[in-house]
């Protein structure tokens, strides 16, 4: 059985925490944050610290913290022999370069504070400089995941930008759309059956098939239209995205 | 039984044609289209025709034409005492009135031509100029979805200038993520599990609170280092939604 110290208490950690909850093989022993207050929920279930040099014997230190504390935190932490892990998608494996061990456990997913998330689907990318923790890596995320990829610190910095645009500014994009019912007094629950599957609808085919709208058709009477009912920032995005799905299809015709 | 003769031949005509193959309630009679080719796939199910000066007795004349030829094709139909509707989303009622009796009956869905559709939970958005012919319609959506909106005019560009935002954008979100994992060898796949959750994510929580990324966040050292991996297009799409994300999220920091 492999001991595991939790560093941090955010979406990350909690969900983290939750799916090593039943593992007979990967065992949390202890959360750290430097935060006494968020410890609070953690305390009842398990041993807690905010002090580095009062860190439990484990074979993995598992850093679920935001990017930019990985760097002064993980320069914080006691020289070990454990095998120091960050979950961080956009950070190189080389913020860890103190460690002699050290790896990498991405899971690529969004998490929401009051959501249960199921790992069994979430991609989880591993990385470690040595091929032995690589296998331990491997069978802590299998652990909880069918889905496990081994994935360079330079292929992981590309999926977490392809996944700012297919989630975090897809998101925007549903803003945008709830922000014009709204303003027209139309409930946005009108827009959910597209939503769901305009986003099935690429499990099955290339997105870019799948385009379709009134800029790859590139109906002007109606982009004009639609100009003519948007604010400044909207009409911005709205001409942009415009531009560039004719670019991308504008060979097509 | 109301006896429907429907134009056009395309994914949406072709789908409500499917839908409306069942019902006891509305009958399609005839389908007409003004290239014959088009109408091979109907002709041995049901009447079709090309000319506008034969076509069936009815009591609706369903129009699911592209936006572009709507006018054109409804000055043509001889003067009729049936309810004529056609099924845009973005052109008003008013293209039609050159008849007594017209309406609006559409579909608020992505359709792709292989692809089947379950009408049941596909949003159906009704007009009328007459209370009696808004029941009518009320009447025919209701037997293939039951998601039946009385929308005006109005509201429904309004949805349809949403739809472009929360499908049409979001597909080019995704083809840019696609075109990321192609240029750096990580399959597409990976991220699949990552849209499907961000589209359900809203399904219980507004877009404004699921927002997430390094742009909401403010995090600007992730940001430069994505920019460093873009194109000129790519670059520009990435800055303007980022700023975007900022200027709404901007208050709450």
């Known amino acids: 059985m492999k001991r595991i110290v939790l560093f941090g208490t955010g979406n990350v950690a909690t969900h983290l925490f939750e799916a090593f909850n039943d593992s007979p093989n990967f065992k949390i022993v202890q959360v750290y944050n430097h935060d006494i207050k ?5 305390e009842q279930k398990i041993s807690v610290t905010t002090d580095l040099s009062n860190l439990k014997e484990a074979d993995i ?3 679920a913290l935001k990017d930019d504390v990985l760097e002064e935190v993980s320069l914080a ?10 979950t961080s998608g956009a950070v190189g494996m080389g913020v860890l370069k103190k460690f002699e061990r050290t790896g990498v456990f991405y899971p690529l997913q969004t998490f929401s504070k009051n959501k ?3 790992f069994t689907s979430i991609p989880l990318c591993i990385e470690a400089n040595l091929t032995s923790d690589k296998e331990v890596l491997f069978k802590m995320a299998s652990e909880i995941s069918e889905k496990v990829f081994e994935i360079s610190s330079e292929q992981r910095k590309s999926i977490h930008l392809a996944a700012v645009f297919v989630s975090n500014f897809v998101n925007l994009m549903y803003t945008e759309g709830d922000n014009i019912c709204q303003q027209n007094n139309v409930p946005f629950e009108i827009l959910h059956p597209l939503i769901q599957e305009t986003a099935s609808k690429i499990l099955n085919m290339s997105p870019m098939d799948a385009q379709t709208g009134p800029a790859k058709r590139k109906d002007q009477q ?10 400044e920032d909207q009409k911005e995005i709205y001409s942009l995205l415009t531009k560039s799905i004719q670019n991308l299809h504008g060979k097509e015709l």
């Open 61 to 63: 230190y598992l850093l």
């Open 38 to 42: 968020s410890l609070k929920k953690f």
């Open 116 to 118: 249960k998330v199921d």
């Open 77 to 86: 932490i006691p020289t070990t022999g454990a095998l120091v892990v960050h």
């Open 222 to 231: 109606v982009i004009n239209s639609h100009l003519g009912m948007l604010s």
